[in-house]
């Protein structure tokens, strides 16, 4: 016979969270909690329910003496751990993104929690930080280069909440300036928590962090961590072991304790936004925690979104930008020089590469010079696509729409312009726009561009950099780095001679929201890599000079763009001048959703429309059953932030109520809108 259960006797009920990923259940539960189980059933333990028939696993959020559900109780089937992976500071960062994005908060847990590993909870703890290894006092002089930068930094050590945009000046090490930052806020008894975007900016980051105190004090969290590690390191954070946190996306939930400073590198990058559901980006989860705890915030970049500038114009964050004198002693000369037909033919050499006789220059100088060369085009591989040859529309099949491109392989059509989507040859070819027969290489591609620079500069070596083949660095002498956008590779001990930025209206032309910003970024990005015009470092844009973006480029003026970038967008009515959701799927799951949904009364419905290219909804989707899928548009003024989340996330919960399953995917303020 089964020994009876006998209730705690203090605050006999559990009020959990069961992690089932589902918008109805996301919502607390009452269960029982034994004698036995008295002392580990504290809030914030992994616990084991029977929910529906099954176990399944869930989080104790509080404990109490009484419940307000009619009828018996169930028991909890057991504690899974006593540690308590789901503090307070936790759960309420949890509550507040969940509201933000109209998500369910099972989904950021799984993010801001790691899975369990038995083994990694015998891991000692106990040591404190110090007794890690030895640190050193850092320098912080390089802050004093910025305007209100020495103050900034007093601020933050003093404990002061204190939020800045940082514009990274040309030639500044931004690792090493982070790294000394951030190291005398552990040393005078904070934490702090760095997230950057990718593998290759966190590698350089704890390389930084390394010259200035031992391996053991950095706490790394990236996804390529085995589950072992990353909650063994997790159990680190959470003790208040490691307080020095650095990692990529997933690292902006890290539970460190008195967090004084947080830091996010880029936040235009797209790897900063989760893929999964509820889509949440690093910055904003960033943004919210300096609200709730209070720490310092610095977003650093070379370049500015409308985002940053928005919480910079709203006197939220506050500019940390070097002063014009500085900038123009740090920043290479950068010139525009258009790609005409006209130019192109003044000089031979400088045709067969592609290149503007200006840009031929510049690269020749650099290299008898014995100075490598930087050369950064949009896409990496061989021709890609085309435009039309007289007014550069591109090129589009005349059957299903798709891009037309050249095919590498060698066979029947291998001349003969076919599209990428159906692969449907097109030797007739004309332009949609205009009518022209005349075809032109949109973008030729990080590997022909080599191809064609090693024609014109047949004694210099030719590498290239991109895709899953990204060089680590270069050696300090004469040759030429052909890279695509995000695979710059830093120069060992110096710097680039000369940057040349090839096939910028492709980049520009893009049908996206963000290619004029994300353009200005990427030409920054590489731009800096080059050493200061005053030791003869050149920077050569091959597009119109009359541009904006050029021009912002030239001045080296970030903030300027990305102000002219936010008052565009709050013209049109585009995030982040207002808050918007995109809620794509087949037009019966969009319809259902719409008459369920509350929407805000000053709320406008844009659409439906098919959905951008290279989107698609996630899981399988039978198209043909139900149509292709469509995207909605919900937008409302700027206001508090949960106001559309809340409203969306209730419509989400009456659609799973009534047990619809067609795909619907809802976004807000998605970085790509279309």
């Known amino acids: 016979m089964a020994t009876p259960r006998v209730p705690a006797p203090e605050a006999p009920v559990a009020r959990v969270l069961p992690l089932l990923g589902l918008p109805h259940l996301d919502r607390l539960f009452d269960y029982m909690v034994t004698a036995e189980q008295h002392e580990q059933a504290r809030p914030g333990v992994r616990v084991r329910i029977r929910f529906a028939g099954r176990l399944v696993d869930a989080l104790l959020i509080s404990r109490t003496a009484h419940t307000d559900h009619e009828g018996n109780l169930s028991w909890l089937?057991?504690?899974?751990?006593?540690?308590?992976?789901?503090?307070?500071?936790?759960?309420?960062?949890?509550?507040?993104?969940?509201?933000r994005y109209g998500g369910v908060r099972s989904d950021l847990i799984r993010s801001a929690i790691p899975a369990r590993h038995a083994a990694a909870e015998d891991s000692d703890t106990s040591t404190p930080w110090r007794d890690l290894g030895v640190a050193t006092e850092p320098d912080l002089s390089s802050w004093s280069a910025y305007g209100h930068g020495q103050s900034f930094v007093d601020a933050v050590l003093g404990g002061t909440t204190a939020r800045a945009a940082w514009q990274i000046a040309p030639g500044d090490d931004w690792a090493a300036a982070l790294a000394s930052i951030a190291t005398k806020v552990v040393l005078d008894g904070g934490g702090a928590l760095i997230v950057v975007p990718d593998q290759r900016d966190l590698d350089r980051l704890e390389v930084a962090l390394r010259g200035l105190v031992a391996a053991r004090q950095i706490t790394v969290l990236n996804a390529g961590l085995g589950p072992q590690a990353r909650y063994r390191r997790f159990l680190s954070v959470l003790s208040g072991q490691g307080r020095l946190v650095i990692g990529t996306r997933s690292a902006a939930f890290a539970p460190v304790r008195d967090l004084r400073l947080a830091v996010v590198l880029n936040d235009g990058d797209d790897n900063l936004v989760d893929p999964r559901a509820p889509y949440a980006h690093a910055r904003e989860v960033l943004t919210t925690r300096s609200t709730l705890e209070g720490c310092s915030l610095i977003i650093a970049s070379h370049a500015r979104t409308a985002e940053t500038q928005l919480l910079v114009e709203s006197s939220w964050a506050h500019d940390l930008v070097a002063p014009r004198e500085t900038l123009r002693t740090r920043m290479p000369r950068i010139q525009a020089a258009g790609d005409s037909d006209f130019e192109l033919s003044r000089d031979p050499m400088a045709r067969s590469a592609r290149l503007p006789a200006l840009a031929f220059k510049v690269v020749r100088e650099a290299l008898e010079r014995d100075e490598p060369v930087l050369i950064q085009v949009p896409r990496k591989g061989y021709v890609p696509t085309l435009a039309c040859g007289?007014?550069?529309?591109?090129?589009?099949?005349?059957?299903?729409?798709?891009?037309?491109?050249?095919?590498?392989?060698?066979?029947?059509?291998?001349?003969?312009?076919?599209?990428?989507?159906?692969?449907?040859?097109?030797?007739?070819?004309?332009?949609?726009?205009?009518g022209s027969p005349k075809l032109r290489a949109v973008v030729l591609g990080a590997e022909r561009t080599a191809e064609e620079l090693g024609r014109a500069f047949s004694q210099t070596r030719v590498l290239t950099s991109g895709g899953s083949r990204i060089l680590d660095a270069v050696d300090n002498r004469a040759c030429i780095v052909v890279s695509t956008p995000g695979a710059e590779t830093p120069v060992t001990d110096g710097a680039y001679g000369a940057c040349l930025l090839l096939d910028t209206w492709a980049m520009m032309g893009r049908q996206d929201l963000r290619a004029t910003e994300d353009t200005l970024a990427a030409w920054m990005n590489a731009a800096t890599l080059v050493k200061s015009g005053v030791h003869g470092g050149q920077v050569v844009v091959v597009a119109d000079p009359a541009l904006t973006v050029v021009q912002a480029l030239i001045r080296?003026?970030?903030?300027?763009?990305?102000?002219?970038?936010?008052?565009?967008?709050?013209?049109?009515?585009?995030?982040?001048?207002?808050?918007?959701?995109?809620?794509?799927?087949?037009?019966?799951?969009?319809?259902?959703?719409?008459?369920?949904?509350?929407?805000?009364?000053?709320?406008?419905?844009?659409?439906?429309?098919?959905?951008?290219?290279?989107?698609?909804?996630?899981?399988?989707?039978?198209?043909?059953?139900?149509?292709?899928?469509?995207?909605?548009?919900?937008?409302?003024?700027l206001g508090p932030r949960s106001e559309l989340g809340a409203a969306l996330r209730a419509a989400a919960v009456a659609r799973a109520v009534r047990r619809e399953d067609l795909p619907l995917r809802v976004q807000m303020d998605p970085i790509h809108i279309g």
Request: hydrophobic share 40%; glycine share 8%; proline share 10%.
């Open 556 to 637: 080296w003026d970030a903030i300027g763009a990305a102000a002219a970038e936010l008052e565009s967008r709050r013209e049109v009515g585009f995030p982040p001048a207002v808050h918007m959701a995109a809620v794509d799927g087949a037009q019966a799951a969009l319809d259902s959703f719409l008459r369920a949904a509350r929407l805000p009364d000053n709320a406008e419905v844009l659409g439906p429309v098919d959905l951008p290219p290279g989107i698609s909804l996630p899981g399988e989707y039978d198209e043909q059953r139900f149509g292709s899928a469509q995207r909605l548009l919900i937008r409302t003024p």
């Open 77 to 99: 089937d057991r504690v899974i751990s006593p540690v308590i992976v789901y503090p307070e500071q936790t759960s309420r960062l949890v509550e507040a993104v969940t509201e």
């Open 390 to 434: 007289n007014c550069r529309a591109p090129a589009r099949c005349r059957h299903c729409n798709g891009p037309l491109g050249l095919p590498q392989s060698v066979g029947e059509h291998a001349a003969v312009p076919t599209c990428r989507w159906c692969g449907r040859p097109d030797a007739r070819f004309r332009c949609q726009q205009c």
